[in-house]
Structure formats: C-alpha cells, structure tokens
C-alpha cells in the first residue's frame, strides 16, 4: 500500500507534464497522440529498439548515481560529464597504446585508467572543497568545460582517425572491447557493470558503517561531527567515488559501444543523470528504474524527430517538467 | 598601440553580458535568492530576443523587450517556488536551468523550423557620445560602443548607489542578511525576495540577448559557453557587490577576448589550450579570494516567519 501511495505522485506528475507537451507538439502541427505513442512504445517494438534502450540506461543509471552519492552527503557533483569524458579520454587512450596486448590484460587496463581518470577528475573540486572551501557546484560545473577542450584536443591529435569527417580516434585494440551479452542487435557487458554499480552503491549506502556515516553526514554535518565523523573526508570520498563511476560510464561508452573517442559523446548525459537523481530523491534504489524510464522517452524521442519532424528537445521539457511536479508534489505533501 | 586598443575596446564590449548577469545575481542574492539557472536563462534570452527581433523584422528593441520579458519570468518563477512554497532553491535553480536550456532549442525550432543557416537579424549599432568620442585613444575605447555597454556602467554605479546609499537599498539587503531581524522591523520580505528576483531575470535575460545581438547576428544552441556559470563565480569573488562586479567583469571580459585574440594571432599552441584558460583561470582565482569574500548572511535560505529559530 505504501509503494503504490510514493508511486502516486510520480503518476500524476508524468500525466501532467504529457499534457503540457501535448500543446506545444499540437502547436507543431502533429499528431498528439501518434507522438506519445511513439514516445512511449519505441523502445518495446523491436528487439534493437529494446537494447538501444539499455544502452542509453547504462550511462543513464552511472550518471545519476554519480550525483546521488555526493548527494548522499549533502554535496552536489556537476561535474559528470567531465568525469565522463575524461575516463572515455583514458580508456581510449591506453586501448590504442596498448591495442596488441591480450584481453586479460588490456581489458583491465582501459577499465581501470578509465575509473581513476574520472576519479581524479572528481578529486579535484573534491580537493579544492576541501582544502580552500570553494563551492564544489561552480567547480565541478567548469571542469566540464575544460574536458570538452581536452578531448577536442586528444581526438583532433595524433591519434585521430584521418577517415572519419567528425574529430574522432582510431579504434582500440581489440582486446579493450568489452564482451557482448548479445550479437545482434549488439549489447555489452556494460549493462551486467552497472547494473553491479547500482546494487553496490544501494547495499552500501544501506547496510555498511561507512555508507551510514555518509549518510549521517547529509543528514546532519555537526552532529555526525560530534559523534567523530570526519565530515570534510566524506564529502571528498563521496565525489571521488562519483567521479569514478562517472569514469566508468566513459569507460563502457568506448570500450562498449563505439570503440573509439568520439567528440561529443556526452551527449545529454550529466542533465538527464541530474534529472533522474532528482527525481528518485536521491535514493540509490529508485535511480535505475527511473532511468529506465528517461531511457524510454529518450529513445522515444529520437524515433519522434526521424519520423514526425516533431524537435527532440520537446521530450527534455517533459522531463524538466516531471522534475518540476516531482518536487512539487513534496509542497503539496508538507501541507 | 593600436592592438592595445582594440583589445581595450573588445574586452569593454565583451565585458556587458557578464556584467549585467551578475549584476541580476547579485540582486537575487541580497535578498537571499541565490540564482544557479544563469545558463538556462541566458540561453533562453539570447533564443528568445533573436526570435523576437527576426519576427519584428529585425526590430532590436523587440528582442530585447521578450529575453527581458522572459527573464522575468523565470525570475518570478525562482520566486514563487522558493519564497512562498519554500522548495530548495538550489534544486529549483537546476529545474529552471533545463527548462530554459531545452526552451532555448525549442523555440527556434519551432518558429524557423529546422533551416541549413539560420536567418541573422540586425547587430546592435554603435552610438559614439558626441565629442567625448572625439578625444584620442580614450574615445574610442570608453565612448564608441553600443548602448548596452554605456547601460552595464550606468547599471552598475546605480546599483551600488542604491544599496549603499538609500533607505530601501539598506532595508533590502537587511533581508538577505537577517530576515528575522528585518521582518521584525516590518520590512516585506517577500515583497523584497519577489521584486530582486524577477529584477534579476530581467538582466540575466538581458545579458543573454547580447550574445546574438552584438556577437553573432543569430542563436546557435548551446551559444552561452558556461558564461553562466564563471557569472556566479564572478559574482562570489566580487563579493556580492556592484562596483566589484563591474572591476570583475573587467577582468572576465579581458581574459576571454585575450585567448581569441591568440587564437587569431596564430601562435603556435593548439587552440584549445587557449579556450580552458577561462574555466582555468576562474578556478585558480577562487582559490585564492574564496575564502575571503563577504557572502549575504541568508544566502540560499528561504525565510518561514512561522518558525522559530533560523
């Protein structure tokens, strides 16, 4: 009874923002109901749909946990894309360097440089936080700006690919590629990694000392002070930890899908992680549901745009916009 | 000599949308509203006030009159989650931020519709002050610009004035420091949160319309940069003050036209390089001021006269 009374809001706030969609993708010109179903059932009609689907949820899912578990402390990461973009930079990088080693010893490689590239990336605002007090939303927010330069600057760099059209690196070695779950239509292990992520940071928020005293710490900064938490180490372990999931969804965007660095591979990602985190109230157990679902309307989108002209950004309003009642429904709560 | 000018002249020009941003977040945060959608609504500005002015014909005063209107409203709406429905203001920022950054794409797409080249509307024209424009090195560096960079000035010393030197600046910022104390004297300070709030939006707005008006001649997604966010930084480091704002905005403008200016000059890094420099240099400045600045005392904090303690 509890769940289906949390879940009610979340309904609401879904049909009310479609509705607000409706009148602008009618000021279109287009059909309201045949772009909601478009929205709603692309992902279900056919197997690719389905597994492009999961492929945005992986990214999805590690984006948002990236800005749970800071916020889990009371701390607020910005910086997901960066950390994203570096770990792809690492990951693509030794994979090329290294592209004539052998699985077992490749694969690790790209996954860990991958991981602690986003972690130091995350170290950063983590470090200045703690040691200067400086704002770790600005900081983290202009770090991105500086990775999208890096990884012009890598792919436009010696190890650019001449053929391709777009700033893009050659592909990496073989033995970089994470194993695929299924051929065709083709599905990486990435899925089974964050998936793990997922549960891991779940389990440990919940049931361990640590996750406890980050906890404690968002909750209350001086009174887990007082009871011997070190505050200022929480808040930098919880965005170095962010950073290297963060990392890791790079790693599996390289090593996963494209198999290369390619400018612009962040895509949307750090808003619609920030989206999803906000709207499960940073509870690590609603992120990847709530993914799941961004995922669907994402992929509903793109089908939308390619077959009835109606522009993409129209289901990121609905999502901005579910946000909006999401929080809003705790107003009406309070009352 | 003459690079030495243009530069002068470049880095007053480029210097408005940061000023008139911060100057709108300053406002907000001396009552308390502390503004993080500075991107979104800037972005929304520039979209807006080039749709404006393409659909006027290439009427810039009908640009600028919808990216303030629009400002505005998310002013008003920042406002009304966090002052009367209390929400956290830092949340509700990022909800308005993606609002205005998908409103910003939306928009064109759905007024021009999907085009290769975007149409380009009329940049904003000169308006040399008579005589003054006439003094060697000085005319044209400080006298010959456009009118929006005569307004960020007057702007600023206005604002400073009327915090500092006028009753209703003082009651206002009493309220972003110690509302308990100013609701106590019987200042409004929902009236007060309200008015800066939408005020700020308004400049914000304003300062997003500068960017196809004087830079492009047209929007482009995504045109803003993150000149959103070194605002805020800016406007920490200026310590939430107007004249500061303006010496700051100063020094954002000079280090921004000083790396394209290398960019163009052809020196022998990669150009990438060069644009880091500004996230970078923002960066180290903070390292250095962050801790010294004056922050209003209720900054971020949303004001409930109903309890108890703050």
């Given amino acids: 009874m509890t769940i289906v009374r949390k ?41 690719n749909g389905f597994v492009q689907t999961l492929l945005k949820f992986i990214p999805l899912t590690l984006q948002a946990l990236a800005f749970t578990i800071p916020l889990t402390a009371g701390k607020f990461n910005m910086g997901g894309e960066g950390q994203m973009i570096v770990g792809a930079i690492a990951a693509s990088v030794v994979g090329i360097l290294g592209a004539d080693l052998p699985a077992v010893i490749l694969l690790p490689l790209v996954v860990l440089a991958g991981v602690a590239a986003g972690a130091i990336w ?35 760099g010696s190890l650019r690919d001449p053929v391709a059209g777009h700033p893009t690196t050659v592909q990496i070695g073989q033995g970089g590629f994470l194993p695929m779950l299924i051929k065709n239509p083709p599905l990486n292990a990435g899925l089974i990694l964050a998936l793990l992520v997922a549960a891991g940071v779940y389990l440990y928020t919940t049931r361990t000392t640590g996750g406890y005293e980050l906890v404690a710490t968002g909750a209350n900064p001086r009174a887990a002070a007082v009871f011997g938490i070190n505050v200022k180490r929480m808040f930098v372990f919880s965005i170095v930890l962010a950073g290297a999931i963060a990392g890791l969804s790079g790693v599996i965007e390289v090593a996963g899908v494209q198999h290369r660095l390619i400018v612009g591979l962040q895509h949307n990602f750090l808003v619609l992680g920030v989206i999803i985190a906000l709207i499960s109230r940073g509870n690590n157990l609603a992120v990847p549901f709530v993914a799941f679902f961004i995922a669907i309307l994402e992929i509903g989108a793109s089908a939308m745009q390619r077959t009835m002209n109606v522009p993409i950004e129209m289901v990121f309003i609905v999502e901005a916009l579910v946000l909006l009642f999401v929080l809003l429904s705790d107003v009406f709560r309070r009352r | 000599m003459d690079s030495l000018v243009t530069f002068l002249r470049l880095t007053l020009l480029s210097m408005v949308p940061f000023v008139l941003a911060a100057q709108g977040t300053m ?23 080039f749709i404006g002015s393409y ?38 920022g990022l909800s308005l931020l ?213």
């Fill in chain 2, 27 to 49: 406002l907000g945060g001396r009552t308390g509203v502390f503004n993080v959608a500075q991107e979104g609504i800037m972005l929304v500005g520039a979209s807006l006030g």
């Fill in chain 1, 122 to 156: 995350g170290f950063i605002p983590a470090w200045l936080l703690y040691k200067f007090n400086i704002n770790e939303i600005l900081t983290s927010m202009l770090l991105n700006f500086v990775s999208f330069q890096i990884i012009d600057l890598v792919a436009t």
């Fill in chain 2, 98 to 310: 993606f609002i205005g950054t998908g409103l910003s794409t939306l928009i064109p797409k759905l007024v021009i519709g999907v085009t290769l080249s975007q149409p380009l509307i009329p940049t904003l024209q000169d308006l040399p002050i008579p005589l003054l424009s006439q003094i060697p090195f000085l005319g044209t560096v400080l006298f010959s610009h456009n009118i929006l960079v005569y307004f960020a000035i007057v702007l600023s010393i206005g604002l400073w004035y009327f915090l500092f030197r006028t009753q209703l600046g003082l009651e206002l910022r009493s309220v972003g420091e110690n509302p308990n104390a100013a609701d106590s004297l019987g200042i409004n300070t929902s009236k007060h949160r309200y008015v800066t709030a939408i005020l700020g939006g308004m400049l914000i707005g304003l300062a997003g319309a500068y960017l196809p008006m004087v830079y492009t001649g047209t929007f482009t997604e995504g045109m803003v940069k993150g000149r959103g966010w070194l605002t805020i930084a800016l406007t920490f480091f200026a310590g939430w003050s107007p004249l500061p704002v303006l010496y700051g905005s100063l020094f954002f403008a000079g280090i921004e036209v000083a790396s394209y200016r290398f960019q163009a000059g052809g020196i022998a890094i990669p150009y990438q390089y060069l644009l880091m420099v500004p996230y970078l240099a923002t960066i180290l400045v903070m390292m250095f001021t962050f801790r010294k600045t004056r922050v209003p005392g209720f900054l971020g904090n949303n004001y409930d006269r109903e309890k108890r303690s703050l």
């Fill in chain 1, 7 to 47: 879940l009610v809001p979340y309904v609401i706030a879904i049909i009310a923002s479609f509705a607000a969609a409706g009148i602008f993708i009618a000021l279109t010109g287009a059909n309201v109901f045949q772009a909601y179903e478009t929205i709603l059932f692309t992902s279900f009609r056919t197997p």
């Fill in chain 2, 55 to 92: 659909l006027a014909g290439g009427s810039t005063l009908v640009g600028i009159a919808a990216a303030v209107l629009v400002g505005g409203i998310f002013g008003l709406a920042l406002a009304y989650f966090t002052t009367t429905l209390k929400m956290n203001q830092f949340v509700i």
